[in-house]
């Protein structure tokens, strides 16, 4: 079901005396962007010189149905709310309100600095004006996506939300209903029933009854994620994100049954999806896969799971003790990690690379899709080694503003002057001598 990797040992063995290189122990998935590009690029120019009518033949073309309108008629949202389950309606209340809180606290007030009289900088956290929200609707309606970009969103001061989600066949070309719901429960009046790369590229030039943004977030497919690519710099991306990742780091005292459960559980997302284990328990490793044998096949979505399990981005990963496998976990910088083992919060603490952790047997990464509070919009592919997941921070903007007098420039002028000078910049220094000389 699942392949082994066995490094133990793996980092003394060398002859060369070389460290041993640890991303490259645990291979990913085939996510090669680049082969996309070419078809993306089509896409897009085909929005840019297009317009209204290139989006709605690629809904027609890639999603099966033409949209009549790709704006989401007013109250649809509503209607849909008024029709939802009310046991998902509380979930999705609950997981708004602790996202919210958590969001809140990552507010960051003006930081004022005043250097001399006179002579003060301050930091400003400024919001986005406005912001194109993905939220993906193929293999399955990501609901928690619409909570997870929109809520730190709104936090953050953002003014305008539009947000787009792949038309439905079977909901007559509009979009799923229950992420029109979600929208209603958050206030968001802008839907756009348009999915994929023409998605990010309706946002990024501005197309039909869609305003141009200035900033594109949200998980994708390969199509998307490469539109992305494209077009940053035309718009702010929030990242790159490939098919999701889980890693475990588990010692003699995890339940095999919750391991098992929590790989299934990102398995089921995508057939690209990495389940990685690392352990230095062969029995735990035992255990972990006659589990997995008996769940998978008790599971929905069998042939999507064991196609992910089966794959090269997913392993058991053997190693000598802890300590190792805390370096091979921080090489894989996977995009939800979890630690169940003795003093868990010990280990997780001393993790550097990883979009989220999770610490202990009740907090399985399910619960931070859901409703931990955290956001599940996070660096896939090994980025979480120098990439943030989905906050307030990323819905703003740091400026500077310098405020000085004439007494204070008056202070630092010859500072001034002289490196402009040594840059061979003299018109910088001219600049300041101009309001001593007269």
Known sequence: MIRRIDLRSAATGRASGEPFDYRTAVPRADFDVEAAVPAVHAICEGVRTGGLEAVLDYCERFDGVRPDDIRVPAGAAQAALDDLDPAIRAGLEESIRRLRLTCEAELETDAVTDLGPGARVTHRKVPMNRVGLYVPGGIAPLVSSVLMNVVPAQVAGVRSIALASPPQKEFGGS?????????????????????????????????????????????????????????????????????????????DTADAAYVAADLVSQAEHDPLASAVLVTPSERLADEVELELDKQVFATRHVERVRTALTGVQSA???????????????AHAAEHLEIQTEDAAGWAARVTNAGAIFVGPHAPVSLGDYCAGSNHVLPTG?????????SVRAFTRSVHVVDYSRDALAEVADHVVTLAEAEDLPGHGAAVRVRFDR
């Not at 029109?180 to 429960?185: D, G, I, N, T, V």
């Not at 594109?216 to 490939?242: C, F, H, M, Q, W």
């Not at 990963?317 to 091979?328: H, I, N």
């Open 175 to 251: 979009v799923h209903p229950t992420i029109l719901a979600a929208c209603a429960l958050l206030g968001v009046d802008e839907v756009y029933t348009v999915g994929g790369a023409q998605a990010i590229a309706m946002f990024a030039y501005g197309t039909g009854p869609c305003a141009r943004v200035d900033f594109v977030t949200g998980p994708g497919n390969i199509y998307t994620v490469t539109a992305k690519r494209l077009l940053k710099g035309l718009v702010g991306i929030d990242s790159e994100a490939g098919p999701t990742e889980i890693g475990i780091l588990a010692d």
């Open 316 to 330: 058991v990963v053997l190693v000598d003790d802890l300590e190792q496998g805390l370096a091979v976990v921080d």
């Open 382 to 390: 090994g980025c979480a080694c120098h990439s943030s997941g989905l």
